[in-house]
């Protein structure tokens, strides 16, 4: 009498399972969209905009300029107009100019696309906000916003997605990192 055999043997049975993980690790994070992976790449190139702003801020420190009350000015702007966030250094000699109009982004600032649904602000408070950073790197206050849009003393900034919200803390003495 001849025995007929069912089933799976368990080398089969793991070979499967192994086969499935994989498979999930790779193809079920593109369901998600691309959203937390646009909050992540927002959130590397802002730190390393901040960071950018911040060696700027340490390395011009031209004494007749400061003593003549023009320096120069070292500070991130966060904005959201017509749904569009952005963050950027409008101007350079200016820390009163607070606007966009007419500023183009450069290695210090990015305009999102509309698509992605990503914004920024500072320790929750409503847009214009700025980083503005002093001579030894630390953030500072700008004179040209309240107090609650500035990043005195240290902050968190949060990079909001539809799928996510991320965190960049500036500590009070100018260290920045993802949290």
């Given at each position: 009498m001849?025995?007929s055999q069912?089933?799976?043997?368990?080398?089969?049975?793991?070979?499967?399972?192994?086969?499935?993980?994989?498979?999930?690790v790779?193809?079920?994070p593109?369901?998600d969209?691309?959203?937390?992976?646009?909050?992540?790449?927002?959130?590397?190139?802002?730190?390393?905009?901040?960071?950018l702003t911040?060696?700027?801020?340490?390395?011009q420190?031209?004494?007749?300029a400061?003593?003549a009350?023009q320096?120069y000015?070292?500070?991130v702007?966060?904005?959201?107009?017509?749904?569009?966030?952005?963050y950027g250094?409008?101007?350079?000699?200016?820390?009163?100019?607070?606007?966009?109009?007419?500023?183009?982004?450069?290695?210090?600032?990015?305009?999102?696309?509309?698509?992605y649904?990503?914004?920024?602000d500072?320790?929750?408070?409503?847009n214009?906000?700025?980083?503005?950073f002093?001579?030894?790197?630390?953030?500072?206050?700008?004179?040209?916003l309240?107090l609650?849009?500035?990043?005195?003393?240290?902050?968190?900034?949060n990079?909001?997605?539809?799928?996510?919200?991320?965190?960049?803390?500036?500590?009070?003495?100018?260290?920045?990192h993802?949290?």
């Amino acid at each position: 009498m001849k025995k007929s055999q069912h089933g799976f043997t368990l080398v089969e049975l793991v070979t499967i399972i192994i086969l499935i993980g994989i498979l999930a690790v790779n193809v079920l994070p593109t369901f998600d969209g691309s959203a937390s992976y646009e909050a992540h790449s927002h959130r590397a190139q802002l730190i390393s905009a901040l960071r950018l702003t911040q060696q700027r801020a340490m390395q011009q420190t031209d004494p007749d300029a400061v003593a003549a009350d023009q320096p120069y000015c070292h500070q991130v702007i966060f904005d959201k107009a017509l749904n569009v966030a952005r963050y950027g250094v409008p101007n350079r000699l200016d820390c009163s100019v607070i606007s966009f109009a007419g500023w183009q982004p450069d290695a210090t600032g990015f305009e999102v696309d509309k698509k992605y649904q990503v914004s920024f602000d500072i320790d929750g408070k409503a847009n214009p906000s700025a980083v503005t950073f002093d001579s030894m790197g630390r953030p500072i206050a700008n004179a040209s916003l309240s107090l609650a849009n500035n990043c005195l003393g240290g902050c968190t900034i949060n990079v909001h997605s539809s799928v996510e919200t991320l965190k960049i803390r500036i500590e009070s003495e100018g260290y920045i990192h993802a949290i």
